[in-house]
């Protein structure tokens, strides 16, 4: 199971914070907003999803930058 852990304003932004979260072991998903599918534009807002079990995790990187 996923959890949502954060909403993005876009794509690179999403990006930029899922190969933090892959550099530091953390798996990540990247969701563009519902009802817009993957042909979402790359200003589109996107959520990032975490694994259930690693939520604490990702909190904890978020502390440390």
């Known amino acids: 199971m996923w959890v949502e852990f954060m ?5 690179y932004v999403a990006a930029t914070w899922s190969e933090l979260f892959a550099a530091e072991a953390l798996a990540v998903r ?3 907003t519902i009802g817009v599918g993957e042909t979402a534009p790359v200003s589109e807002p996107r959520t990032l999803y975490v694994p259930t079990g690693k939520a604490h995790v990702a909190r904890e990187i978020l502390r440390k930058i």
């Not at 909403?7 to 794509?11: K, Q």
């Open 30 to 32: 990247v969701i563009p």
């Open 7 to 11: 909403s993005v304003p876009n794509a």
